[in-house]
């Protein structure tokens, strides 16, 4: 035969010359198209990188796990714990409730030690010896410095008990709301102005708020011990029920009718309240409110904080009392 047209490489399929196909356009397209983001460099299996995030996971999950000791399991739910030599001084300093004192095995005394052991000698509080393995398991990475101590779940008064011994004093009753205030430096913020001023009790919801906890106690420098804290499950429905028993309620926002300093009510029972910083008052707390009120403020500030704003308030409903005959 001649030539090679025998060879079947030779052959092309279709009897046409070499050129686009039907339909190749949109290959084209495709693969002018981008592949994405670049992945990071420890997500590319054969770079460094990712050999190095490897390994480090690997020693984590080898990593003996710190081990809770029973005398935490022990101890009742809700329990927190204060590490280190100055927050624990600290809070036996402002009168927070101590369960019991850890001392760490072989700790060095010096005065803030010495002050806290015959704190807890005088008031009958349990102290242990334990290891300092056993204190770094509850500091959470904090620095323990050999001393801990475990403060009990915050006991909340009913709203009914802080009205009734409201009730009887001569002043005036005056409360405090909180509307959504999640901040726990808020919160206690404003119990130690309300400590300050002599409120008579402040009112919480229970749902997406800040609690009564070790960051309140430090914040109110003590005032928690002072001032009542009552927990609602529904502000909304306290308010109303506060109303029936002779209180009127005070909404603080920027827009009110009045300036808090022309509070005509000021001599009557009271609730202030209070909304978070940003948002205000929801809006059903708001339609429950007798009076809303604002403090004139600068332009150049869009609002006041809750513990600033209630500070405030607090000072001018005071003021105006002392100012009736």
């Not at 039907?22 to 198209?33: A, I, N, P, T």
């Not at 809700?78 to 600290?90: K, L, Q």
């Not at 500091?139 to 009887?168: F, R």
């Not at 997406?208 to 420098?221: D, H, M, P």
């Amino acid at each position: 035969m001649p030539g090679n047209s025998g060879r079947r490489g030779a052959v092309r399929k279709g009897g046409s010359k070499k050129g686009a196909t039907v339909g190749s356009g949109g290959q084209r397209r495709r693969g002018l198209e981008g592949r994405g983001p670049t992945p990071r460099a420890e997500d590319r299996v054969h770079h460094p990188a990712h050999q190095k995030k490897v390994a480090a996971e690997r020693r984590e999950a080898a990593r003996p796990r710190a081990r809770t000791p029973g005398w935490v399991r022990a101890l009742p739910e809700g329990t927190e714990f204060i590490v280190g030599r100055n927050a624990v001084h600290e809070a036996v300093l402002a009168g927070m409730p101590v369960h019991s004192v850890y001392v760490a095995s072989g700790v060095t005394s010096d005065e803030r030690v010495s002050h806290v052991l015959q704190a807890a000698t005088d008031a009958g509080t349990p102290m242990f010896e334990v290891s300092r393995s056993d204190l770094e398991s509850v500091a959470d990475g904090q620095s323990h410095q050999g001393l801990a101590i475990a403060v009990p779940p915050y006991q909340y008064e009913d709203v009914h008990d802080v009205v009734d011994a409201a009730l009887e004093h001569v002043v005036p009753p005056l409360l405090v709301a909180l509307d959504g205030v999640t901040d726990p430096h808020n919160l206690g913020a404003v119990l130690r102005n309300a400590g300050a001023f002599g409120v008579d009790g402040v009112v919480i919801p229970q749902r997406r708020a800040a609690g009564v906890g070790v960051t309140v106690w430090k914040v109110s420098a003590g005032a928690v011990a002072r001032v009542p804290v009552a927990r609602v499950t529904n502000l909304v429905r306290t308010l109303d029920e506060l109303k029936e028993a002779g209180f009127f309620v005070v909404g603080l926002d920027g827009e009110g009718s009045i300036e808090i300093g022309d509070l005509e009510l000021a001599d009557r029972p009271l609730v202030m309240v209070t909304g978070a910083e940003g948002k205000g008052l929801s809006r059903l707390v708001r339609e429950t409110c007798d009076v809303i009120a604002a403090i004139p403020i600068s332009s150049a500030v869009e609002s006041l904080n809750a513990a600033v704003a209630t500070g405030i308030s607090l000072y001018e409903v005071t003021r105006l009392r002392k100012a009736q005959p």
